[in-house]
């Protein structure tokens, strides 16, 4: 019997258990010298100049969006194939997000949607790298430039991705990069996040953001340094970090990275084999441009079938496969439709939900697996539809 196969999943193994208890026995078991030692190793695979670590994906994009600078009734350009997370740290500094409509291949914002909605308030834009197949980032920055506006790249999905051969994370095409390390992203520190960026005033923003808004090193002081035990709180930040104890397991995960990215290459790669031209479903689509990391492989229900996506999705979970939905449009969501988001807005991106189902995808499934969800979806649809 195969047990219960999840959308995703971590890897672990002994070098990361050894990682986490050699700091367990350690001086610091946070605020130590982990910490800067994974921001080291993580912006020098991303070919980086900085990296700052939090205790979440979302508190690095709360971070990120306050350290370019976008602050209350500011607007902010993003898409609505997203976790909620990307949207809402927008929220939490009072500025406003407006949904672009999303690619129907790979549910990527769609570039040539985004000038339309420019106004005078919009300060930033927030493309989101959606299952790991990096957003037309050229096209992107071009916008931006014209219009003066900033770039966070929400990379949670794409860590280990590239775009026309540059690293997604060198932020060669924006202000500052995201990832998360929720244990179903590329690597885990159970939870965990980090900012990206090549600005020198966006890291010192990032680093007081993620500690109060407190600095201690005097050639920043604004009052005069009052004694030895003197620090400075010059605006309001918050408790973001990370502990040690994560950085030890998040630098031991790193190592193996490409790994991880190799191995969901090549379980893409059977299933792309199994389900090519199949009459049911439309598989993921990798862009000339683009070295996509698969955080997930999502499929979308063709014709046929979209109107059966609740009885295939509940026939696939009864079959032990942890399917999953990704993602439901973040305007849909009650409180978004309390404040002015209305159902409509996005039709592509509505499609596209009423379409996409995840399959199981992650770096320690075995063949077994592969071959059991492969197996379960064609006897599955083929149940569905006799
Ligand atoms: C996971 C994720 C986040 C949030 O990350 P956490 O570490 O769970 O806080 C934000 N955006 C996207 C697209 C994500 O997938």
Same mark, same amino acid.
């Given at each position: 019997?195969?047990?219960?196969?999840?959308?995703?999943?971590?890897?672990?193994?002994?070098?990361?258990?050894?990682?986490?208890?050699?700091?367990?026995?350690?001086?610091?078991?946070?605020?130590?010298?982990?910490?800067?030692?994974?921001?080291?190793?993580?912006?020098?695979?991303?070919?980086?100049?900085?990296?700052?670590?939090?205790?979440? $994906?979302? @508190?690095?994009?709360?971070? *990120?969006?306050? &350290?370019? !600078?976008? /602050?209350?009734?500011?607007?902010? %350009?993003?898409?609505?194939?997203?976790?909620?997370?990307?949207?809402?740290?927008?929220?939490?500094?009072?500025?406003?997000?407006?949904?672009?409509?999303?690619?129907?291949?790979?549910?990527?914002?769609?570039?040539?949607?985004?000038?339309?909605?420019?106004?005078?308030?919009?300060?930033?834009?927030?493309?989101?790298?959606?299952?790991?197949?990096?957003?037309?980032?050229?096209?992107?920055?071009?916008?931006?430039?014209?219009? $003066?506006? @900033?770039?966070?790249?929400? *990379?949670?999905? &794409?860590? !280990?991705? /590239?775009?026309?051969?540059?690293? %997604?994370?060198?932020?060669?095409?924006?202000?500052?990069?995201?990832?998360?390390?929720?244990?179903?992203?590329?690597?885990?520190?159970?939870?965990?996040?980090?900012?990206?960026?090549?600005?020198?005033?966006?890291?010192?923003?990032?680093?007081?953001?993620?500690?109060?808004?407190?600095?201690?090193?005097?050639?920043?002081?604004?009052?005069?340094?009052?004694?030895?035990?003197?620090?400075?709180?010059?605006?309001?930040?918050?408790?973001?970090?990370?502990?040690?104890?994560?950085?030890?397991?998040?630098?031991?995960?790193?190592?193996?990275?490409?790994?991880?990215?190799?191995?969901?290459?090549?379980?893409?790669?059977?299933?792309?084999?199994?389900?090519?031209?199949?009459?049911?479903?439309?598989?993921?689509?990798?862009?000339?441009?683009?070295?996509?990391?698969?955080?997930?492989?999502?499929?979308?229900?063709?014709?046929?079938?979209?109107?059966?996506?609740?009885?295939?999705?509940?026939?696939?979970?009864?079959?032990?496969?942890?399917?999953?939905?990704?993602?439901?449009?973040?305007?849909?969501?009650?409180?978004?439709?309390?404040?002015?988001?209305?159902?409509?807005?996005?039709?592509?991106?509505?499609?596209?939900?009423?379409?996409?189902?995840?399959?199981?995808?992650?770096?320690?499934?075995?063949?077994?697996?592969?071959?059991?969800?492969?197996?379960?979806?064609?006897?599955?649809?083929?149940?569905?539809?006799?």
């Amino acid at each position: 019997m195969i047990k219960y196969i999840p959308y995703g999943k971590q890897y672990i193994d002994q070098d990361d258990i050894k990682a986490v208890e050699e700091v367990l026995k350690a001086d610091f078991i946070t605020q130590g010298p982990k910490v800067p030692e994974f921001e080291k190793k993580l912006a020098e695979y991303c070919d980086a100049k900085y990296a700052v670590v939090f205790n979440s $994906g979302t @508190s690095a994009l709360h971070a *990120a969006y306050f &350290a370019v !600078g976008l /602050k209350e009734d500011d607007e902010f %350009i993003t898409t609505p194939i997203t976790f909620v997370a990307t949207a809402n740290a927008g929220l939490f500094l009072r500025a406003k997000p407006i949904f672009i409509d999303v690619e129907a291949n790979t549910g990527n914002i769609d570039a040539s949607k985004i000038e339309g909605k420019i106004s005078s308030q919009t300060k930033l834009i927030v493309p989101v790298h959606y299952a790991g197949h990096p957003c037309d980032m050229e096209k992107i920055k071009e916008i931006a430039d014209r219009y $003066g506006l @900033s770039i966070v790249e929400d *990379a949670c999905h &794409a860590l !280990g991705a /590239k775009y026309k051969g540059s690293k %997604i994370g060198s932020c060669k095409y924006s202000d500052a990069t995201v990832f998360s390390f929720h244990p179903v992203k590329h690597i885990t520190t159970g939870e965990g996040g980090a900012v990206l960026t090549n600005r020198d005033d966006i890291y010192e923003k990032l680093l007081m953001f993620r500690n109060h808004g407190v600095t201690k090193e005097e050639e920043k002081f604004v009052k005069m340094k009052e004694g030895d035990w003197y620090y400075e709180m010059q605006f309001l930040g918050f408790n973001y970090r990370m502990t040690d104890i994560q950085a030890a397991l998040g630098i031991s995960q790193l190592k193996k990275l490409d790994k991880f990215v190799e191995r969901r290459r090549k379980i893409v790669e059977i299933y792309n084999k199994a389900f090519d031209y199949n009459p049911y479903f439309d598989i993921p689509v990798e862009k000339d441009y683009a070295y996509h990391s698969y955080h997930l492989y999502p499929i979308r229900l063709k014709n046929n079938y979209k109107d059966k996506k609740k009885e295939i999705f509940q026939l696939l979970r009864r079959k032990e496969l942890g399917v999953q939905v990704h993602y439901i449009p973040v305007y849909m969501h009650p409180y978004y439709q309390q404040l002015e988001y209305r159902e409509g807005e996005s039709p592509v991106a509505e499609e596209f939900y009423k379409r996409e189902i995840s399959l199981p995808l992650y770096p320690a499934m075995t063949e077994e697996n592969v071959n059991f969800v492969i197996e379960t979806v064609f006897n599955m649809f083929k149940e569905a539809t006799k």
